[in-house]
């Protein structure tokens, strides 16, 4: 650990604790010069191939040190502590901290929880709030696939029959998006009963989610992974 690091951590002496940090805080790598107290340590990148080289069993340094960061991160964005672009930074930590862990993935010695699919309903062009509750579901180890903005209901049904077994989320910005929400979720009820459906974004409210028929409404990211967390 560097001086910097040790004199403002004390206790926090263990490899994977410091890369929690790193992730929490959105310390990409060494270079990085966010944040501003942390310039010159090590980051995500160097941290996550030391524990490697230390023979830290991969799905160790997932849970222990990934997702337990990035469940700090969504808590502290659902309590205001943290905002969008703390957000942004920690997801690019993990996905930095994620890239030398892919070849474990590959071979078997780590799996996913499960696959979510999310999308922004179809003629509803935000992207924001969906994109921050992909990176919080990712990070709490879900295989996230983000369909992206203006997401048709034929786009959802597709990727629903490409993952068997998937949860999907819909995100609306606009009141008149919220009909095509309704009826995305309504197709996809009908043609996939078990699949759970999680709705969300600013006009939508919980009676609303409850009237279309869909499983689950959040205000917020972490609210989705609670949820399905609950449901393995
Ligand atoms: C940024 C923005 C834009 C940007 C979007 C850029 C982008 N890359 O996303 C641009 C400029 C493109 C845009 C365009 C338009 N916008 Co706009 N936009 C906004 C604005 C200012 C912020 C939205 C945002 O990103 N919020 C931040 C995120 C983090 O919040 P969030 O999306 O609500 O997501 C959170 C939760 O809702 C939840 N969540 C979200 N999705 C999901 C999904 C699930 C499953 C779960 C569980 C949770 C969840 O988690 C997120 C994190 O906490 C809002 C105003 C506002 N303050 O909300 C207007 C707003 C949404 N826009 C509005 C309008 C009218 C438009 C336009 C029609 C404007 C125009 N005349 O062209 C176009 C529509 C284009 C289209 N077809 O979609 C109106 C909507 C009014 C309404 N009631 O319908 C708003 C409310 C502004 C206003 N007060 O008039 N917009």
Redesign the pocket.
């Known amino acids: 650990m560097t001086e910097n690091l040790r004199s403002k951590y004390p206790k926090m002496n263990d490899i994977l604790d410091k890369l929690t940090l790193c992730i929490e805080r959105g310390k990409v790598d060494t270079n990085a010069t966010f944040p501003s107290d942390m310039i010159g340590d090590p980051g995500a990148d160097e941290l996550t191939r030391q524990a490697i080289t230390q023979n830290i069993p991969a799905e160790e340094i997932l849970n222990k040190a990934l997702f337990k960061a990035m469940k700090r991160v969504g808590i502290r ?2 309590d205001n502590e943290i905002f ?1 672009p703390e957000v942004l930074m920690a997801a690019k930590a993990m996905s930095t901290a994620m890239k030398h862990l892919i070849p474990f993935f590959d071979q078997g010695l780590i799996s996913k929880k499960g696959t979510f699919i ?1 999308g ?1 309903a179809a ?8 994109s ?2 992909a990176m919080i579901v990712e990070g709490g180890g879900w295989n996230t696939i983000d369909l992206g ?2 997401v048709s209901t034929q786009k959802f049904l597709a990727a629903i029959e490409e993952n068997p077994g998937c949860s999907v ?9 919220m009909v095509n929400m309704e009826n995305t979720v309504k197709e996809i009820k009908e043609n996939y009963p078990g699949i759970n459906v ?7 409210t919980q009676s609303f989610c409850d009237d279309i028929g869909a499983d ?6 972490h ?2 992974l609670d949820f399905l967390n609950e449901q393995t």
């Open positions: 964005f659902r969008v999310i922004t003629g509803d062009m935000h992207d924001i709030g969906k921050l509750v903005i203006n989320g819909i995100s609306a910005l606009l009141t008149t998006t999680l709705v969300g974004g600013a006009p939508v689950f409404y959040s205000p917020e990211p609210g989705a």
